[in-house]
């Protein structure tokens, strides 16, 4: 039985404790058995609120040895796997760390603030022999899945043209400063060049409009055009600027040689160019619970992470890297492999 410590207990500290606890009732030897976070006491009881919402808003936690500080988990408790669900400022130093005491390690996405933490990640996850996931959950999630295998499959030609969106309301908390989450770009909108990497691979160049609307959380916007050698044309939008009643909203409409897929209101329509359309037939299995089966299997199988590779991970935030740099400069294109990685936001 796989001992599992989870450190964070906010939205998605929530989610991965929901998802171990259903893969240990449906018989993956798999068990939380300790949460840790510096305000637990006061999160124990709290609402959780979230983008997506969870099988509980609160959550009876008498099962689970409780702690308030790292050390104190690790130095009681005989774990295999760690979770990390930790503000994004925090996942390079302690996934480090968690990876050379020989940890397996499960982090939330974004991988790190930047290119140069991430690629310390990677070094620290090779030197120790243990597995790194990163959790870009999209590349679980069964709509990206099925987009994914229709650019793959070649089944409708080669796409042409895509445009990806994701937005809500702002975040509360640390979300809201720069210097901790890296804003829109990194925390929401990261989900998109992630995908789009996943799919269609690195792009030559990007093209980023930006703009901050909440003080101190640096771009709240954004707008990216990634361009490639066949010309295809995609963009991916961001904005979590969207208050009152409008919710959140994720969707993607990607056009092929021989047809186009929509994806909105949690269905895929598809559109062949010579056939009635039809909706995609996906597993009602959030991306969330996939992301985390696939890793626990992978330690249990003794196989490599090749869904969400960590090299892969780091890629994306690579293509983060430059949007933010061609949005700061006012939407001046960047090529790839021609930036030198900061360790700034």
Partial sequence: MLKVGLIGFGFMGHMHLENYVRLQAEGVPVELVAIC????EELKNAKVEGNIATDTQITDLSRYRLYADIEDMLS?????IVSIALPTYLHAEITCDLLGRGYHVLCEKPMALNSVEGKRMIAAAEQSGKKLQIGQCLRFWPAYEYLKETVDSGRFGAATGGYF????????????VKELSGGAMLDMHIHDTDVINWIFGMPEKVQSLS??????????????????????VLNAQCDWTLQGDFGFSMVYRVNFEGGNLVFENNEVKVNPNDAPGFIAELSPDMGYYREIRYFVESIINGTSITVAEPQSTLASLEILEAEILSADRGGEAVELGKIEPTAKV
């Fill in 37 to 40: 976070d510096l305000r637990i």
């Fill in 76 to 80: 009681s408790e005989q774990l295999d």
């Fill in 165 to 176: 969106f994701r937005g809500g309301a702002t975040p509360e908390g640390w979300f809201r």
């Fill in 211 to 232: 703009r901050n609307i909440v003080p101190g959380s640096g771009y709240d916007i954004v707008s990216t055009n990634y361009s490639y050698e066949d010309g295809k």
